[in-house]
């Protein structure tokens, strides 16, 4: 079969030791038996890895933080795009979707298409949120609260006992065992991800997690559920094993179905000693173990490029059982050549 | 008393339960007893087949045997509804 040759511009290539799902992603996108890819990155720092990544990354190009304003980073993708034309834009850190989400339509004028969850979405289902996003759809979750002011911590009243975890507002989360140590981790997550800090109940069980992709009508393209085998000092899986599990299924296609969710996402629940599953995070995009899912038998950064382009896409139904993940750090070599061309012309 | 349907036995002695992605690894006592137990066999029809096989005397067979099943209920391994 002749491959479509398409471009797809591709964020979250900072495959550190707390990756992004960028190249987890582009693995997916080049073993496509559809698709026949040119891979754009979008890069932030002259050191993410991805961008050195020749084999994975065509070409790289450096863009300005999303929170230095819509217009600037826009601007910047529309130089990209008038060299590149991209087909496809799959932004994959949490910081960056709120933009594009809203630049979606000024996107498609362009010719570059998403598949991004709505706004409406993206704010429901905020860890701010997620006592009314359970309540409205019928999902356990723990009780959470949002704090601006460390005074606050001591306001919770009854119905927060340690331990509890303190949580960002995109990333982090320490589980504090005393007042002392949920105001030290309030300053610390509140210094490095601002406000506000998300109190949450600390649910005990083990920690299990579903990556799937909604096609925004309220079906389920595919999903595979996970339990972390290995987890870095980060909270990261370093090794994951596909599971079988009708319920966390169940719980996705009914999350799914209920906010008739659009493109990728990662559910974060916890499963008690009694078999209940409460639903802690649900982060609004693929994530970095992601090419589990594609060993599993569901390419899923292919069908969202397919659903982004209006193909139609029949649902995974079946996935392999047992499978594992593990990760591994690598020492490349590059040239400095390649750095100077990244840091000066911003661009590789 | 009844071993979890979706419990894959490899005859190497390992052991993975798919729900929750755990995985054990068994002597070949262990495989033997696991195997009985998915046949379907009871306590007693276990301890009755090992003793015939092995030179073990029944009180020291029926305290490992009370142990490793104590083992197989912690790690959920045994059907809890069907114990009887």
Redesign the interface.
Known sequence: MMKTKITVAVSGLNNVDSPGPGIPVIRGIRESKFFESRIVGLVYENLEPGAYMHDHVDKSYKVPYPSEGRGILMERIRDIHAKESIHVLIPNFDSELYVFIKAASELKRLGIHTFLPTLQQFEERHKSNLPEFGEKYHVKVPKSRAITHIKELKELGEDYEYPMVIKGKFYDASIAYSFEQAQIYFNKIAFKWGLPIIVQEYIRGTEVNVVALGDGRGNTIGAVPMKKQYITDKGKAWSGITLDDPKMLELTHHIIGQTQWRGGMELELIRTDNKELYLIEINPRLPAWVYLAVGAGQNLPEALIKLALGYPVEPFTTYSVGILFIRYSYDMICSLEDFKSLTIRGEL | MKLKK?I?ISETGFV?D????DSYTLNSVGMEILSLLKEGLSREAISTKILEKYDVEKGVLERYLYDFLGQLKQYQLIEEDDEN
């Not at chain 2, 798919?18 to 992605?21: D, H, K, M, S």
């Open positions: 979706n894959a993975f798919p729900t929750t992605g």
